[in-house]
């Protein structure tokens, strides 16, 4: 297929994807309901009559679910319609052309961040600083995937120094899950809501393939030995992946009774 075509066909792919997002976020906040969940702060406070030091928790914001769903969709039709729209699209086709997209892994390290809040909140994670380092790992790994073609342009042998770290950055958050979610469970008083359990496996799943996406194109396998066959799995992925995450929460918590 003529090169102009295939990047054509890739423009209405962005379009149609972008479309898709935009139409589940309205939906979404216009359909749910007003759940929502805490986002807390511990400190010590000193205790007068023991004489001793007892931690505290106190709520920040009980942060809505439905528009916290509705973000992470949002800010993915952004990104498909802005490397759509004119101006942008010459620069996106030109940085494929290279092997490199920066409009993905900017917007995967907020929308995947936001989505990895979400889901820890969903596990019990309430406290404000788990949920920021949290948010913070996911960036990290995001970014280290646009690390990972930056770098991968200029050397003769694939290095996979910046796919490594930011693995193990985008493991440890799921690790902190678990702990809670497991914890949560193991006591009389745990209440994980049933969505949660397969909401955990699920986007594990997910976020690993997205990995694996990066793993074969590097290595060349097969379809994946064309950038552009990568560049449409991991838009297809962003979809399915937000799409499970945000009505799997909605059948769950959001839908009006």
């Not at 019990?124 to 960036?139: E, K, N, Q, R, W």
């Not at 995937?145 to 120094?161: D, I, P, R, S």
């Not at 958050?173 to 193991?186: M, Q």
């Amino acid at each position: 297929m003529d090169s102009d075509a295939r990047f054509k066909r890739l423009r209405l792919y962005n379009l149609i994807m972008g479309t898709f997002h935009l139409a589940q976020a309205v939906a979404v906040f216009m359909l749910s309901d007003d759940f929502t969940l805490p986002i807390t702060t511990s400190f010590l406070s000193f205790e007068p009559a023991t004489k001793t030091l007892k931690p505290v928790t106190e709520t920040v914001i009980n942060l809505p679910l439905g528009p916290m769903i509705a973000v992470f969709l949002l800010l993915s039709a952004i990104a498909h319609f802005t490397i759509s729209s004119t101006k942008v699209f010459n620069w996106y086709v030109g940085n494929l052309k290279k092997g490199i997209n920066y409009a993905r892994w900017f917007e995967y390290s907020l929308s995947a961040s936001v989505m990895i809040v979400l889901i820890g909140q969903l596990c019990g994670m309430y406290d404000i600083a788990s949920l920021l380092m949290a948010f913070a790992l996911t960036g990290v790994m995001n970014l280290c995937g646009l690390l990972m073609e930056v770098h991968n342009q200029t050397t003769a042998k694939t290095n996979w120094t910046s796919f490594t770290i930011g693995s193990i950055a985008g493991l440890v958050p799921w690790i902190a899950l678990a702990i809670y979610f497991f914890g949560s469970l193991s006591t009389s008083e745990g209440n994980v809501p049933t969505f949660v359990y397969f909401i955990l496996p699920t986007l594990f799943v997910f976020f690993f393939t997205f990995a694996l996406n990066m793993a074969l194109q590097y290595k060349k396998v097969g379809p994946w030995r064309d950038y552009l066959f990568g560049e449409r799995a991991y838009i297809l992925l962003s979809l399915v992946a937000k799409s499970a995450l945000a009505w799997q929460v909605f059948a769950g918590t959001l839908r009006p009774m």
